[in-house]
């Protein structure tokens, strides 16, 4: 157990140094923080340190199997719409929970106080979703995965035409955003037990791709919501 | 020592409404998956809790520190006299910040697996690495000067997929990923807050329309440095199968 903390603890401060330094760094030559603010910046990076070795721990024990186990049964036994009922459903959910979705309500109203936090959050889940799904979709009806992500990106860039275009970059964000440290290892583990059993191609194959795929959901709903806005 | 738990209550009630919708819907499937192996629930439980307690520490220290400093730091160097010097500094904070993410190691190891060897995990780490900081630096660049987003984006994206049509079969799948996995906790908290600082000193220029977008460009990044040397490769293989040799010089006479 205390080895566990203590490799935890070090996890937590290799991903925080070098910001650390480079604050500290800046602090004591062109940019000082006032006062009491170094300190307060190093505890903010030693939560943020720390709560990103917790989480990834929580990912590793417990998300990952759970998704390897439902991945797995789903390949088994599932039929293909419930298959693609489920992929939707948790991935939607699991976006919902990642701390990087919160991170991109939070930058977002920040710029644009009327933005609806619960809005941003319910369409970017739902789009992680529906991209999930179109993954499972894709392993079942065997479509290359470039030419895929090809099509969806030219969807995206036409799409964004039409909407203002101060609205493109935030949509665009959202993609990397959202996929975070908690949904891109459980949707992995997911997809992963699904392509064993129903991929057409080289399962291996087929498991990556995914989280290209899912960064593709939140800015498609995120430029559709700019769109009827 | 208040400052530093300010709104924890909060943020951690947030954060449970986000993660019990995860065990209802693995209890909602439960008809279908039938009895979980018994270490599973416990890991399960422990694995929520984990991720509980995690973000909630995590979102404190990027809400009290990560964000108002970055943004300070932002603000101050594009409000400074060498607003340039937020390029150099791009380049050096999307390079650390990249390494230090903790998805990349496992990005590395994975390619070094699927590339049998012939990309190792060191140099896609450290290519990916510079990939990252040049992109910022070009973020930077876009807060200066009002560049758009979709006019790097677009011939980004085509560059990238053009590369991937000479890369071998499960290169583009990977690469494309690997921009959705670096992009993790730091780069969207820290450096994101570091661009929309810079942006929202300088006049004239709408925070968020240049603030944002670095996310985006960060996500290219590993995608070009993956399909580069993926394209490198194919190319190659290629050769080598024609029967041609890669590296033969051939005798100046």
């Not at chain 1, 203590?6 to 602090?27: C, D, K, S, Y």
């Not at chain 1, 975070?180 to 057409?200: E, H, N, R, W």
């Not at chain 2, 694995?47 to 990560?66: D, S, Y």
């Not at chain 2, 409000?79 to 910040?97: A, E, K, T």
């Amino acid at each position: 157990m205390k080895r566990l903390a203590g490799q935890l603890l070090r996890e937590a401060f290799a991903t925080i140094a070098p910001i650390g330094l480079t604050v500290a760094l800046l602090h004591v030559t062109f940019i000082p923080l006032g006062e009491g603010g170094l300190e307060r910046f190093l505890v903010a990076a030693l939560f943020v340190g720390t709560g990103i070795a917790l989480f990834l721990a929580g990912v590793r024990i417990g998300l990952v199997p759970l998704g390897e186990f439902i991945g797995a049964i789903l390949g088994r036994r599932g039929s293909r719409p419930f298959i693609l009922l489920t992929g939707f459903l948790l991935g939607a959910v699991v976006t919902a929970a990642d701390p990087d979705a919160q991170v991109l309500t939070t930058m977002v109203t920040s710029i644009m106080p009327e933005a609806s936090a619960h809005v941003i959050v319910t369409a970017v889940s739902l789009g992680v979703g529906a991209l999930v799904a179109v993954s499972f979709l894709r392993v079942f009806l065997n479509i290359p995965m470039p030419i895929l992500l090809f099509g969806l990106y030219v969807l995206l860039f036409a799409l964004s035409f039409f909407v203002p275009p101060a609205l493109v970059p935030v949509a665009f964000d959202a993609g990397g955003v959202t996929t975070g440290p908690v949904l891109t290892p459980f949707i992995m583990a997911l997809s992963v037990g699904v392509a064993a059993d129903l991929s057409k191609g080289d399962p291996l194959a087929d498991s990556f791709g995914l989280v290209a795929l899912a960064c593709v959901g939140p800015v498609l709903a995120l430029l559709l919501l700019a769109l009827f806005r | 020592m208040r400052v530093y738990f300010a709104g924890i209550g909060e943020l951690a009630l947030e954060v449970l409404t986000a993660i019990i919708p995860i065990a209802a819907a693995t209890i909602l499937l439960r008809p279908i998956t039938g009895p979980f192996p018994p270490g599973l629930v416990r890991r399960t439980v422990v694995g929520l809790a984990l991720t509980f307690a995690g973000t909630v520490l995590f979102l404190q220290g990027v809400n009290i520190g990560f964000l108002p400093v970055g943004e300070l730091i932002g603000t101050a160097l594009a409000s400074g006299p060498r607003p340039g010097l937020l390029v150099p500094f791009g380049l050096w904070l999307g390079f650390v910040v990249a390494l230090a993410e903790p998805a990349l190691k496992v990005l590395g190891e994975e390619v070094e697996a699927v590339s049998e060897g012939a990309l190792s995990a060191r140099t896609l780490t450290v290519a990916t690495a510079v990939g990252v900081g040049f992109l910022v630096a070009v973020a930077m660049v876009r807060v200066l000067t009002g560049i758009p987003l979709l006019a790097i984006l677009i011939p980004g994206y085509a560059v990238a997929f053009l590369l991937s049509r000479w890369a071998p079969p499960a290169y583009p799948a990977i690469a494309f990923d690997s921009g959705g996995v670096v992009t993790g906790p730091i780069t969207v908290t820290f450096v994101l807050a570091v661009t929309m600082g810079a942006a929202a000193a300088r006049e004239g220029r709408d925070p968020l329309a240049e603030g944002f977008g670095l996310v985006a460009l960060v996500l290219l990044a590993p995608s070009l440095s993956v399909l580069g040397f993926g394209a490198l490769i194919g190319l190659r293989e290629r050769r080598k199968k024609r029967g041609e040799e890669p590296l033969v010089h051939p005798p100046h006479r």
